[in-house]
């Protein structure tokens, strides 16, 4: 099993910026690829971003293309989202997941979740 923990949400005004960090312990070896996702209230969670860390392939959903990147440090265990140009409809708390599975497709199956960090953008 992992353990996921997020940090760096906040917020910050339309059109800012903001980097996300997940920290991932126990059985990190084993991980394949890392996401993550986000929800709005009232809303269902939704695929933001995702990289395979053997070769470090990224796949990212429509609506944050070109604004946010997923990077990753594996000497580190932690993934990043930095997020530019972010918009109101941004918010959301982000979650990042983690599985060892390399059947799927970018937005999973995931093993692994974390608490969540919450991302506020004011207009």
């Known amino acids: 099993q992992v353990q996921l923990v997020e940090s760096g949400g906040g917020l910050v005004q339309a059109g800012g910026s903001l980097r996300l960090s997940c920290a991932a312990s126990?059985?990190?070896?084993?991980?394949?690829?890392m996401g993550w996702f986000r929800q709005a209230p009232g809303k269902e969670r939704e695929f933001v971003a995702a990289?395979?860390?053997?070769?470090?392939?990224?796949g990212y959903a429509d609506s944050v293309k070109g604004r946010f990147t997923i990077s990753g440090d594996n000497a580190k265990n932690t993934v990043y989202l930095q997020m530019n140009s972010l918009k109101p409809e941004d918010t959301a708390v982000y979650s990042c997941?983690?599985?060892?599975?390399?059947?799927?497709?970018?937005?999973?199956?995931?093993?692994?979740w974390g608490q969540g960090t919450q991302v506020t953008v004011s207009s």
């Open positions: 997941a983690a599985r060892t599975s390399k059947y799927g497709t970018y937005e999973g199956p995931y093993e692994s």
């Open positions: 990289i395979i860390w053997s070769g470090g392939s990224t």
């Open positions: 126990g059985r990190t070896f084993s991980t394949y690829s």
